[in-house]
């Protein structure tokens, strides 16, 4: 079985869009510095960040909020990918009507069966946990996320959704396992070892 990766940017500030994110400004207002290392002037570097962040995925999982940027009028173009992972959609209950139809299965019964069927789906291949904050972060307390890959963008936005919260759990592990440098973003990866008692 593959591994679980939670892989997200985020600004300086925790944040993993600025404020006021809708289907209009799926990054919130002010947000689209974040993904520059996707969509600016990319380095090297940034490529193969990029190409890590896709490369072995077997299967996506997402939430509700998510969804609904990339199947939004302005959000990922409708086009055929024979290469494109299965993709579970967390939610309370499935969207009325859907324009990717066909690129997603909705999950209603948790994040624990959504991640059962991405690791049926995937078979040895890994599983991206890709956002947004609240999914990512219910993953990685619940002790259900393998390794950790944080896209630090440099920007302070002073508001939007947090990638991390105030939580009574005990602290998580993590070991540095590489960090790569460029003007877009600090690209870090950290494996997951244990929470603390």
Known sequence: ???????????????????????????????????????????EDDQEALRRTYDGIGAVVMGRRTFDVIDGPIGWPDTDDDARPPIFVVTSHRPSRVRLEGWFEFVTEGIHDALKRAQDGAGERDIMIMGGGHLCRQYLYAGLVDEVRIHVAPIVLGDGTPLFERTTIAPIRLVQREAVHTPNATHLTYDVTRKES
Not at 3 to 22: C, R
Request: aromatic share 4%; proline share 5%.
């Open 1 to 43: 079985m593959g591994h679980v990766l939670l892989d997200i940017t985020m600004s300086l500030d925790g944040f993993v869009t600025g404020p006021g994110a809708d289907l209009a400004h799926g990054l919130g207002v002010g947000g689209e510095p974040l993904h520059d290392w996707i969509a600016g002037e990319q380095t």
